[in-house]
């Protein structure tokens, strides 16, 4: 049995300059974090011969096939076809946290079945090859609507500047912070789901449509990038951070209508007049988690404020998608 356990994510700065449509032209970057929470991938070899099946596959629903081209969950085919696994193997999916909630959990699943799949055949993948492996699965083969920036956090990990260039080449830049600076940054993050869910592709399809529409914002959503880095490994306040998470907030927001839909709207404001210094919907927009950047000695205000809503405790800096059991 092989099992892989993989991080979902969260985007602080630049989301949106990952779509090719945009960073093949004008580049792009992405400041963010993989977080603890994780999605499991089971791998199990068995003898087909003795059953009715010769592939089973588990996730909210249970798939027997006698062979890939049945099976329903397209991103479970194709990664099999892509590593060219037929026959006599089980796989189970398990997350830590439900689809649609702006953490990436789609991009990660694909990125660990991949990273399952490779080790059950034996062969090792460095984190960007897995990475750019998900991405042309899911954008080329799957046709979906999404970036490039969730696959490279699922595979890499840590709390990253991660670069997209022209032909899309991926660098990723470490964010250098002393175990004292990152604990401060940790403690004023909070994360709340919303109750509201979406698909992100949905959303991102129309961003994608608009790119032209948008390319001052995305701009300066790019340069926003540089900034952030500069405020954590510097040594000034941290408030800054928070401010500047509000003007990608503003920036975002007049991106597409669709991001910040008035019950999203309602809640940000909550969490601003509670004590945030600001925050992001996470994802492509219209639901999912909302993150606020919050001084320590406002969370309990900003919880009474969201009171209705589900926090979800995060830790960041995770390590990138890797082989728990083999």
Same mark, same amino acid.
């Given at each position: 049995?092989?099992?892989?356990?993989?991080?979902?994510?969260?985007?602080?700065?630049?989301?949106?300059?990952?779509?090719?449509?945009?960073?093949?032209?004008?580049?792009?970057?992405?400041?963010?974090?993989?977080?603890?929470?994780?999605?499991?991938?089971?791998?199990?070899?068995?003898?087909?011969?003795?059953?009715?099946?010769?592939?089973?596959?588990?996730?909210?629903?249970?798939?027997?096939?006698?062979?890939?081209?049945?099976?329903?969950?397209?991103?479970?085919?194709?990664?099999?076809?892509?590593?060219?696994?037929?026959?006599?193997?089980?796989?189970? *999916?398990?997350?830590?946290?439900?689809?649609?909630?702006?953490?990436?959990?789609?991009?990660?699943?694909?990125?660990?079945?991949?990273?399952?799949?490779?080790?059950?055949?034996?062969?090792?993948?460095?984190?960007?090859?897995?990475?750019?492996?998900?991405?042309?699965?899911?954008?080329?083969?799957?046709?979906?609507?999404?970036?490039?920036?969730?696959?490279?956090?699922?595979?890499?990990?840590?709390?990253?500047?991660?670069?997209?260039?022209?032909?899309?080449?991926?660098?990723?830049?470490?964010?250098?912070?002393?175990?004292?600076?990152?604990?401060?940054?940790?403690?004023?993050?909070?994360?709340?789901?919303?109750?509201?869910?979406?698909?992100?592709?949905?959303?991102?399809?129309?961003?994608?449509?608009?790119?032209?529409?948008?390319?001052?914002?995305?701009?300066?959503?790019?340069?926003?990038?540089?900034?952030?880095?500069?405020?954590?490994?510097?040594?000034?306040?941290?408030?800054?951070?928070?401010?500047?998470?509000?003007?990608?907030?503003?920036?975002?927001?007049?991106?597409?209508?669709?991001?910040?839909?008035?019950?999203?709207?309602?809640?940000?404001?909550?969490?601003?007049?509670?004590?945030?210094?600001?925050?992001?919907?996470?994802?492509?927009?219209?639901?999912?988690?909302?993150?606020?950047?919050?001084?320590?000695?406002?969370?309990?205000?900003?919880?009474?404020?969201?009171?209705?809503?589900?926090?979800?405790?995060?830790?960041?800096?995770?390590?990138?998608?890797?082989?728990? *059991?083999?």
């Amino acid at each position: 049995m092989i099992i892989s356990q993989t991080p979902y994510r969260i985007s602080f700065l630049g989301g949106g300059t990952d779509y090719p449509a945009y960073f093949e032209k004008h580049g792009g970057a992405v400041l963010g974090t993989a977080i603890d929470k994780s999605g499991f991938i089971s791998v199990t070899h068995f003898h087909a011969r003795l059953f009715d099946y010769s592939v089973r596959i588990a996730y909210r629903q249970v798939e027997c096939v006698k062979t890939i081209d049945e099976l329903q969950h397209a991103p479970f085919r194709e990664c099999l076809r892509r590593c060219g696994i037929f026959t006599d193997v089980e796989i189970n *999916y398990t997350g830590e946290l439900p689809a649609f909630s702006g953490l990436g959990a789609s991009s990660s699943f694909v990125v660990g079945l991949l990273n399952a799949l490779h080790a059950y055949r034996s062969e090792s993948v460095r984190p960007l090859d897995l990475a750019r492996e998900a991405i042309e699965i899911e954008q080329d083969v799957l046709k979906e609507a999404v970036g490039c920036q969730d696959q490279a956090f699922a595979a890499l990990g840590g709390l990253r500047v991660i670069e997209f260039r022209p032909g899309r080449e991926i660098v990723a830049h470490a964010v250098p912070l002393a175990h004292a600076r990152l604990e401060e940054f940790q403690q004023h993050l909070l994360v709340f789901h919303t109750g509201i869910r979406r698909r992100a592709a949905d959303a991102a399809a129309e961003q994608i449509r608009n790119v032209g529409n948008n390319l001052d914002r995305l701009a300066s959503m790019r340069r926003m990038v540089d900034d952030g880095y500069d405020i954590l490994t510097g040594s000034g306040s941290l408030d800054a951070f928070g401010e500047l998470l509000h003007e990608g907030w503003v920036l975002k927001s007049e991106l597409d209508p669709c991001v910040a839909i008035p019950p999203i709207r309602a809640m940000y404001e909550d969490g601003l007049r509670a004590g945030a210094l600001g925050g992001k919907l996470l994802g492509a927009g219209s639901g999912g988690c909302m993150l606020f950047f919050t001084p320590p000695e406002k969370h309990e205000a900003v919880r009474a404020a969201l009171k209705h809503l589900v926090e979800i405790p995060v830790k960041i800096n995770a390590p990138g998608s890797r082989i728990v *059991y083999a």
